[in-house]
Every structure is written in structure tokens, then in C-alpha cells.
């Protein structure tokens, strides 16, 4: 291998690209967002019933938590669904169904790691952060519920 190309090979492995994206509070994000644009809708939707579910998975113990966290999932999926469904209107339910949980998912993933890692720091799962995320949601929650 030449120099040059191994002076391109370093540059290119030191830039940015290959940077970790974190995730940022759910409140940040909505601040730089149109919450009338149907992406935006599914992404804040999807993100809060992960939360709202993994509050649930580690509440599991306190009743209340455990299902209020349950409903508030639920209802979010199911937002999420019918934003994804108009956005993709072509698509069958059932295909907009499962990008939907997988979306849901994956966000939950992402929680979950940086609950797993806040823990092995500091003993409890949700950052400071995250407990913002689930008052953002909470909020959102109360506001499209009261709505219907």
C-alpha cells in the first residue's frame, strides 16, 4: 500500500463518520421539529411507547408503574401505526404493522443499552434524560388522549 493511501485509509477511519450517534432528549429533538409532519409524528410516537414499555419491564414489581407504563405503550404503538399508514398508505396493515414494532423496538434497544450502562455507572437505569423523555411523553400522552 502506497503512503497516500494510507494516509487516506487513516483520515477516513479518524472522521466523524464512524462516530456513535446518541440518542438525544425526546424534548431537543421536538424543539427542531414540525410535530405536524407525519415522520415526526411516528418517530416521537414510536420512541415514546419504547420508553413507555421499558418503564414497564423494569416496574414490573410496582403494579401501577407496570400497567400504566403497559397502556401508555399500547396506545403509542397504535398511534404509531396509524401514522405509518399514512405515510405509507400502499402498504398493507400488516406490513406497516411490523415496521412500526420494529421501529419500536429498536428504539427500546437503544434505551436499553444506555439503561444497561447507567446502571453499571450509577445503580439506577434512567438517565436524567430518559426521565424527561417519559414527562415529554406523559404530556403528549395527556394532550392526544384528552383529544379524542
Request: glycine share 2%.
Amino acid at each position: 500500500m502506497t503512503r497516500n493511501k494510507k494516509l487516506l485509509l487513516i483520515i477516513f477511519l479518524s472522521t466523524p463518520l464512524f462516530a456513535e450517534v446518541k440518542m438525544i432528549p425526546l424534548n431537543e429533538y421536538m424543539k427542531e421539529q414540525n410535530m405536524s409532519e407525519p415522520n415526526v409524528l411516528f418517530y416521537v410516537s414510536a420512541r415514546c411507547g419504547a420508553i413507555n414499555f421499558n418503564m414497564a419491564h423494569f416496574s414490573e414489581n410496582i403494579k401501577d408503574l407496570y400497567e400504566r407504563g403497559s397502556k401508555v405503550g399500547e396506545t403509542f404503538s397504535q398511534m404509531a401505526i396509524a401514522v405509518i399508514q399514512t405515510i405509507q398508505p400502499n402498504d398493507s396493515a400488516e406490513e406497516n404493522q411490523r415496521i412500526a414494532v420494529e421501529s419500536i423496538s429498536a428504539i427500546a434497544n437503544e434505551y436499553l443499552s444506555i439503561m444497561n450502562e447507567n446502571y453499571a455507572k450509577t445503580g439506577t437505569y434512567f438517565t436524567d434524560w430518559m426521565i424527561d423523555d417519559l414527562s415529554t411523553c406523559s404530556a403528549f400522552y395527556s394532550q392526544a388522549t384528552t383529544e379524542e
